[in-house]
């Protein structure tokens, strides 16, 4: 069991281009969430998933998009990236949204981009 | 909204306890957790508390829930140098997203 993997690890991008971060979890989980984090902001949540097929917003989405590809795979795009976009980005997933063990979420090792 | 309080960093010498505070806002919170960030990794859950405990117990983790001031509070007993790291506290409820603090670096020194 990999739990939740995410590719890239790093990377540098300049402003204006776009690239599309990876996220995958073997758990059978229904719902999945990007988050980014700042330093001093704690976690903010950028956009999930609830299930297959249905996306929504959180509290930060301008500037993203994000793809429910299948059950196992949830993408986020940035479309023209900016230098406010530099940030570590962390996906999760959780058997549904909700709480105690069924809302727990399990986190993948992040992705680290630079915007210059 | 619900929103979620902690403070920034907190330091104490290996063997010391260490307690870490959380207060949040939102008095419909049901579930109460706390994560741990080590370094260059993502966010592992080490507990959760249902709002009907006051107190829950694992190994060297003791997490004390104040419901009528909101305050959640995460003991770590007999501090390690490997305990040292970034706390994250959240709240959620039913059908909701969890709100993450902003997460309280803990530094153990030798």
């Known amino acids: 069991n990999a739990g939740v993997t995410q590719t890239p690890k790093f990377q540098v991008l300049k402003t204006g281009q776009s690239m599309t971060l990876q996220c995958a979890q073997d758990m059978n989980h229904n719902s999945m969430y990007w988050y980014r984090q700042d330093p001093g902001m704690g976690l903010r949540l950028i956009y999930y998933s609830a299930s297959e097929g249905t996306t929504d917003k959180g509290e930060v989405p301008n500037g993203y998009n994000v793809s429910r590809l299948n059950k196992r795979e949830f993408s986020l795009r940035l479309e023209s990236a900016a230098p406010s976009q530099t940030s570590v980005y962390f996906c999760?997933?959780?058997?549904?949204?909700?709480?105690?063990?069924?809302?727990?979420?399990?986190f993948g090792p992040g992705t680290r981009l630079l915007v210059l | 909204g619900e929103d979620v309080e902690q403070s920034l960093f907190l330091s104490v010498r290996e063997g010391d306890s260490s307690v870490i505070n959380c207060t949040y806002t939102d008095s419909s919170s049901t579930y109460l957790y706390w994560y741990k960030q080590e370094p260059g990794a993502g966010l592992q859950l080490l507990t959760y508390i249902f709002s009907n405990m006051d107190m829950k117990q694992d190994q060297r983790l003791t997490v004390l829930l104040n419901k009528k001031d909101k305050h959640l509070s995460l003991r770590i007993a007999d501090t390690q140098t490997g305990d040292s790291a970034i706390y994250f506290c959240a709240a959620g409820n039913a059908g909701n997203m969890l709100t993450f603090g902003g997460g309280t670096r803990l530094m153990v020194k030798p």
């Open positions: 999760a997933s959780s058997e549904a949204i909700g709480t105690g063990a069924v809302g727990t979420q399990y």
